[in-house]
Nanobody, 113 residues
Framework: QVQLVESGGGLVQAGGSLRLSCVAS????????MGWYRQAPGKRRELVAA???????NYEDSVKGRFTVSRDTAKNTVYLQMSSLKPEDTATYYC???????WGQGTQVTVSS
């Protein structure tokens, strides 16, 4: 059973930065495409950023230029560096192994104005 553990969330003022981490329990995940999703109260879960096993990335339009997704295969970890945070970025952020049923438990990000 694959486990994903996110960390790094918290409360930050608008304009601030946070770095989320997602550690996977299985080394095989270095061959998988990974995604960061977020879900705000009353809204659908949305894909924020994704990174392929080869390192290619893509982003949701509202975070382009502010968020950076990366992975460290040696540490079996995926990161989401978030900068210039806005109150509308407030949500629970989830790590996900794309095309599988594996999700992390989520980490809360709250951006105050």
């Amino acid at each position: 059973q694959v486990q994903l553990v996110e960390s790094g969330g918290g409360l930050v003022q608008a304009g601030g930065s946070l770095r989320l981490s997602c550690v996977a329990s299985e080394i095989m995940l270095k061959f998988k495409d990974m995604g960061w999703y977020r879900q705000a109260p009353g809204k659908r879960r949305e894909l924020v950023a994704a990174v392929t096993s080869g390192g290619s990335t893509n982003y949701e339009d509202s975070v382009k230029g502010r968020f950076t997704v990366s992975r460290d295969t040696a540490k079996n970890t995926v990161y989401l560096q978030m900068s210039s945070l806005k109150p509308e970025d407030t949500a629970t952020y989830y790590c996900h192994v794309l095309t599988t049923s594996y999700w992390g438990q989520g980490t809360q990000v709250t951006v105050s104005s």
